[in-house]
């Protein structure tokens, strides 16, 4: 089944800075990667996500990027404000399989 | 207008006891899941249903069993609750597009199971 890996678990910027976290899979057949953040006491939500056929994608200050034969795929999160703060997950789902493997999360902190 | 809705938030009971989660969800989703969340937030799936038949049945304790009345409810019942069992569960819905085509899975707010 897949392995999803999850870098950093956590990671503390100042705001306006830039914020990366990077994702690598196991399954060559998965195809669909999301990132979702979760605040306190929420559930997940998406925040933008990658089918295996684009490279790039970028939805105003986030973006994310997949690298199909490294098997791995990161998101950008530039000009960071305190909002920002929450725990980050990123997914895969393979092909044919109808449920996320999630990463194991990066608590993001964005300090004032 | 809540999407994906989750009864109780928080349920605290002892060992032993027998008890139930109600997720609905009103986003005309075909596939609902199951998810529980340990204290470490780690994220993983339990149980899939599409069109109310199961999909996915992940190695999980014979206590748990889903049970789906119609597409829009998956609720989860639970026996003979252990202290192993403290968690949140998230339930989830999305709309497959096609077999090999995916779109976002939305979650509810979870319901928070403390075993004392």
């Known amino acids: 089944g897949e392995n999803v890996e999850q870098h950093p678990s956590t990671l503390s910027v100042q705001e306006g800075d830039s914020a990366v976290i990077k994702c690598t899979y196991s399954d060559s057949a998965s195809n669909y990667f999301p990132w979702y953040k979760q605040e306190l006491g929420k559930g997940p939500q998406l925040i933008i996500d990658i089918r295996s056929n684009v490279g790039e994608k970028k939805d105003q200050r986030i973006a994310v990027t997949l690298n199909k034969t490294a098997k791995h795929f990161s998101l950008h999160i530039t000009e960071t404000q305190p909002e920002d703060s929450a725990v980050y997950f990123c997914a895969a789902i393979e092909r044919g399989r109808r449920a996320l493997t999630f990463g194991s999360g990066t608590r993001l902190q964005v300090q004032p | 207008d809540t999407a994906v809705s989750q009864t109780p938030k928080y349920l605290v009971t002892q060992m032993g006891n027998d008890k139930s989660i109600k997720c609905e969800q009103n986003l005309g989703h075909d596939t609902m899941y199951w998810y529980k969340q340990d204290s470490k937030k780690f994220l993983k799936i339990m149980f899939s249903y599409n069109n109310k038949e199961l999909i996915i049945n992940e190695t999980v304790p014979n206590r748990f069993s889903p049970k789906s009345p119609d597409k829009a409810h998956l609720n989860l019942h639970i026996n003979s609750l252990e202290l192993g069992d403290s968690a949140v569960y998230f339930c989830?819905?999305?709309?497959?597009?096609?077999?090999?085509?995916?779109?976002?899975?939305?979650f509810g707010p979870g319901t928070r199971l403390t075993v004392l």
């Open positions: 989830a819905s999305s709309q497959l597009l096609a077999f090999s085509s995916y779109n976002e899975q939305f």
